[in-house]
C-alpha cells in the first residue's frame, strides 16, 4: 500500500501505465492516492469525473463519481446517472464482476456474463436479476465475494435488527463492523428496505476503500 502525494478528488484514479487498466484498490485520501498493488507498476493518476445531470448537488456526488470513475458503475445514459432508483440484483451482479476484473459485455442479456460468474463463485444464486435488491441482499453478496467472514459488528443498536432475515445475520454484522452500512436518518437498519443506486454506490466506494488499507 504507497500513498501518492497529489491533490485527487472522487473522481480520479490511478491507471497503469504500460496496460492502461484502471487500478481497482486507488483510493482518494486527504494526502494524495493511496494505492494497493499486488507487485509494482508504473502509474498515473487521471480525473474521470462524469458530469451527470442528475447528481448535482446529490448526496451521494462524491460516491457516484468514484464508482463511475472505476468503472464499476456506468451512468443510465451519457448524461444521468439516475441516482435514487433502485438498484437490481443485476445491477449488483455486474459491479461485483467489473471489480473482480471479468469481461462482463456480450451474452444474451447485458448481465449474463455477470449473472454467470456470481453463480459459479457462490455470490448469487442469479434469481430474479431484474428485481430490486434490498440492503441486505446487498451486503450478504459483498460478504460472500470476500469469502464470508467471521463479522464483528453489532446489530443490537439499531431498532429493527430482528427484521433482518436469517441468512444476512452474519453478512449485515459484518458490513456494519467494516463501516460498510449504518443506519437510517431514523436509527434503523432496514434490512428489507430496496436500495437506491446512490445508496449501492456509496457502499460500494466504503468497499473499496476497506479492502485498500
Given at each position: 500500500v504507497v500513498t501518492i502525494p497529489a491533490d485527487v478528488g472522487c473522481g480520479m484514479v490511478a491507471v497503469n501505465a504500460d496496460t492502461g487498466e484502471i487500478v481497482k484498490l486507488s483510493v482518494p485520501a486527504e494526502d494524495g492516492m493511496t494505492v494497493k498493488l499486488d507487485g509494482s507498476a508504473e502509474l498515473v493518476l487521471v480525473d474521470r469525473s462524469r458530469d451527470f445531470t442528475d447528481t448535482k448537488g446529490h448526496w451521494a456526488k462524491d460516491?457516484?463519481?468514484?464508482?463511475?470513475?472505476?468503472?464499476?458503475?456506468?451512468?443510465?445514459?451519457?448524461?444521468?446517472?439516475?441516482?435514487?432508483?433502485?438498484?437490481?440484483?443485476?445491477?449488483?451482479?455486474?459491479?461485483?464482476?467489473?471489480?473482480?476484473?471479468?469481461?462482463t459485455t456480450g451474452g444474451a442479456v447485458?448481465?449474463?456474463?455477470a449473472m454467470e460468474w456470481a453463480r459459479e463463485n457462490g455470490i448469487s444464486d442469479g434469481s430474479d436479476p431484474d428485481g430490486s435488491i434490498t440492503r441486505e441482499q446487498l451486503a450478504t453478496m459483498l460478504w460472500r465475494y470476500v469469502g464470508s467472514p467471521a463479522g464483528?459488528?453489532?446489530l443490537s443498536s439499531f431498532g429493527d435488527s430482528a427484521n433482518v432475515s436469517g441468512y444476512a445475520v452474519e453478512a449485515l454484522r459484518w458490513a456494519v463492523g467494516e463501516g460498510l452500512i449504518s443506519?437510517?436518518?431514523?436509527?434503523?437498519?432496514a434490512p428489507q428496505s430496496n436500495a437506491t443506486r446512490a445508496q449501492a454506490a456509496t457502499i460500494l466506494k466504503r468497499f473499496v476503500e476497506s479492502l485498500s488499507k
Open positions: 460516491a457516484i463519481n468514484f464508482v463511475t470513475a472505476h468503472e464499476l458503475f456506468s451512468g443510465t445514459s451519457d448524461t444521468a446517472f439516475t441516482p435514487d432508483s433502485p438498484m437490481t440484483r443485476a445491477m449488483l451482479m455486474t459491479v461485483l464482476a467489473r471489480f473482480d476484473g471479468q469481461d447485458w448481465y449474463e456474463k464483528n459488528g453489532s443506519g437510517t436518518d431514523t436509527g434503523m437498519l
